[in-house]
């Protein structure tokens, strides 16, 4: 049995005791989630499979969250129990298996995990429990965790979300500061029933690997309107990484203009150095493997600034990856996300050395009488990216370009109220080596029951 596996089970056996204390039941809560979730990606150019990726299928994601027993320290538990249900995966186009029928050697398909020959299974499930302990304004966590912050993001675009297991405390004793630290050993994917280890792009799936990422950090208000953010993670023989972020908000005229700053430096750590099953993704022609692969070196800064005025939200950004890898994040490959601005639908936009600049406009239409309808648009031009194979450079200065339209609208009122419908459309172009432009739809069904 593993440290936080004891711990967890110590932890839910005091809570166990505790249980009919005033506040465990009292302010407890359960939701059931109901998230119908359709995706079709078209690969629109040349040959590497697969050319066409459907699914369909129908989340349900069970929630329960505790109250606190009485006393000093405080003890609770939450659990999680996620179930989606396969209606279709478009006749084998699940994203992992080719047109000849050839199974993919992914961790999953785009939405379902795979059968030993590729294609989607019927269903998948899993439960999640996590204890929780709180004295004064400090609580810990031990379990399953879904964190988000700028050096560990959890994934929710597809039909269930992803899920982490380890530890979280969070302190908000000093006023106006929020402090955060933790330790991640394992991830269960959005598309998947199993916890896996931890890696980044680039390295060799399912062989390189590590069970420690720990990461720390704080949120201080300077001032009312204005935020200052520093954060570090640590992946075990992949990568160190610094964020320094600064948020502020300005009334102008009748509107507020929101500048958002982000840095990161990124270095390598232990076995990434050296090892090449262990390299990240980048520009790198002379490395031990010549194809672009090497140790993590890389700066990101990034600045975005949105006005919003009577609904209108118009919007603005630029964002640079200098070094010679790509930006590291907590990538296993089977579904991730990242704290940076150019994160959209289809791509990411931070390739090592690459120059992206977008453009934002969002209309909430309420302000014409039409409550719960929302529209937006994103524009993101990347360019200045090499890539390399065998040692050859393929690519020199290429760039790319995403467009993503999204329109939403959730029933405001009367027997469907809280009922969501979601529309997102996205499309991808560029002249990189060895990619494909693609074109993608997802629409999305949703609606939340609360229990307790």
């Not at 040349?46 to 606190?68: C, K």
């Not at 995966?89 to 020959?117: D, I, R």
């Not at 208000?221 to 570090?232: E, R, S, V």
């Amino acid at each position: 049995m593993n440290k936080s596996t004891l711990a967890l089970a110590v932890a839910v056996g005091v809570m166990a005791q505790q249980a009919g204390a005033a506040g465990f039941i009292e302010d407890s809560k359960a939701t059931l989630g109901l998230r119908n979730f359709y995706i079709n990606t078209d690969n629109r150019n040349g040959t590497a499979e697969p050319s066409r990726n459907e699914e369909w299928g129908q989340g349900f994601d069970l929630r329960f969250i505790s109250g606190y027993t009485q006393g000093t320290v405080g003890f609770g538990i939450d659990a999680i129990g996620l179930l989606g249900v396969r209606l279709d995966s478009g006749g084998g186009t699940n994203g992992n298996v080719a047109s000849n029928g050839t199974p993919g050697t992914a961790y999953g398909g785009t939405v379902f995990p795979s059968e030993s020959n590729g294609q989607a299974v019927d269903n998948f499930s899993s439960l999640g429990l996590t204890a929780k302990a709180k004295i004064s304004q400090t609580e810990l966590k031990l379990g399953t965790l879904q964190p988000k912050n700028p050096v560990i993001v959890t994934n929710d675009g597809r039909l269930l979300p992803q899920t982490w297991q380890g530890g979280q405390i969070t302190s908000g004793e000093i006023k106006d500061l929020t402090l955060v630290g933790g330790q991640i050993e394992h991830v269960k994917g959005r598309n998947s029933s199993n916890n896996e280890q931890l890696s980044i792009g680039g390295a060799n799936a399912r062989t390189a690997n590590s069970n420690k990422f720990i990461y720390a950090g704080g949120d201080y208000k300077i001032t009312k309107d204005l935020t200052a953010q520093y954060y570090y993670g640590n992946l075990e023989n992949f990568y160190k990484q610094h964020f320094l972020g600064l948020v502020h908000n300005w009334s102008i005229g009748p509107g507020v203009l929101k500048s958002d700053f982000r840095y990161f430096n990124s270095s390598d750590d232990g076995r990434n150095g050296d090892e090449s099953a262990y390299f990240s993704n980048g520009a790198y022609g002379n490395s031990s493997l010549g194809n672009g692969k090497g140790k993590v070196d890389n700066n990101l800064y990034s600045g975005l600034f949105l006005y919003t005025v009577a609904g209108h939200t118009f919007g603005g950004g630029y964002q640079v990856s200098n070094g010679s890898s790509d930006f590291p994040w907590l990538n296993q490959g089977d579904g991730s996300s990242n704290y940076t601005i150019t994160d959209m639908q289809i791509q990411k936009f931070n390739r090592a050395g690459e120059r992206t600049w977008q453009a934002r406009y969002s209309y909430d239409f309420a302000k014409v009488g039409v409550p719960g309808l929302t529209a937006g648009m994103v524009y993101l031009r990347g360019d200045n990216v090499d890539t390399y194979a065998s040692r050859v450079q393929t690519s020199n200065g290429a760039s790319e370009w995403e467009r993503d339209l999204t329109v939403a609208y959730v029933v405001p009122e009367g027997p469907l109220k809280n009922v969501g419908f979601m529309w997102k459309n996205a499309s991808w172009r560029t002249d990189i080596a060895g990619q494909r432009d693609q074109d993608e739809n997802r629409l999305i069904l949703s609606y939340s029951i609360p229990l307790l």
